[in-house]
């Protein structure tokens, strides 16, 4: 399977949504993204449990690679994939699609159920030790040799998530031993990769990102993020750790 790329990655969101050539993502979902799909490969003939979906355009390029996905989200917007799918030419990816609506801390499979799971920057947001409960459950529902990739927020220091969930910023950010802790060690996988993600200068991403913050220029958000280079805001290396924002992490069930 060839490696997708960011570039890659936003073409296929433009075809699903043409004005987000524009309007486009956060920067760090241009990363992830194409990491976890890469990470996953290969996905054809393989069944896949995405964890909170809701309109995700990951689930649907898994899907468009062959892979049998359920997507899994309390949010109703998750029965929107098929739909969004058909609507920009995928009907073989709508059909590989099962939106369900359920809570990810109990989930409705059996052990063992799925080859593939993937999360992106999810875990963080769920309440209490929910973040460890569907680590547990996600790894519990993925069959013997399957793989899982996870993608969070990272920093040096572990920061809890605040008193009210309903809040848009609520969320855990991680350091090494909360994501061992409340991550890795309750799903009991082992760990194949991890990586970490940031921004190596922060005042000349600051810079370029600038002209998004007013409103009459947000069309510039979508290629301000593809096209900023790797050098400003990337995968980094162990020495730059300093600058760690996020972590993606793939872990392999043992075989029975």
């Known amino acids: 399977m060839q490696t997708v790329t960011r570039f890659d990655f936003h073409r296929f969101h433009g075809r699903l949504r043409p004005l987000s050539y524009l309007y486009g993502l956060p920067i760090s979902r241009y990363l992830e993204y194409p990491w976890t799909a890469n990470a996953l490969q290969p996905v054809a003939g393989h069944s896949l449990l995405d964890v909170g979906a809701s309109r995700s355009p990951l689930t649907i390029l898994l899907a468009h690679q062959g892979a049998e996905v359920v997507a899994l989200d309390p949010d109703p917007l998750v029965m929107d994939l098929p739909t969004m799918a058909t609507r920009a030419g995928l009907p073989a990816a709508a059909r590989s699609i099962t939106p369900q609506l359920h809570d990810a801390r109990a989930m409705p499979f059996a052990d063992g159920h799925f080859d593939r799971v993937s999360s992106v920057s999810v875990l963080e947001h769920i309440p209490e030790n929910g973040d460890s409960e569907v680590s547990r459950e996600m790894a519990r529902v993925l069959a013997p040799g399957g793989l899982m990739a996870l993608t969070l927020p990272f920093g040096l220091a572990y920061r809890p998530p605040g008193p009210d969930p309903s809040q848009e910023q609520f969320q855990r950010i991680y350091d090494d031993a909360a994501l ?77």
Not at 190 to 214: A, D, I, W
Not at 235 to 256: I, Q, T, W, Y
């Open 180 to 256: 061992n802790e409340r991550v890795i060690r309750p799903t009991g996988l082992n760990v194949v990769k991890v990586e970490y993600f940031g921004v190596r200068m922060p005042r000349l991403f600051t810079l370029l990102q600038s002209p998004t913050k007013l409103w009459f220029t947000r069309l510039l958000l979508g290629w301000v993020n593809v096209v900023t280079p790797s050098r400003i805001c990337g995968f980094l290396n162990e020495d730059e750790m300093e600058h760690a924002g996020g972590v993606c992490l793939l872990l392999r069930k043992p075989s029975a």
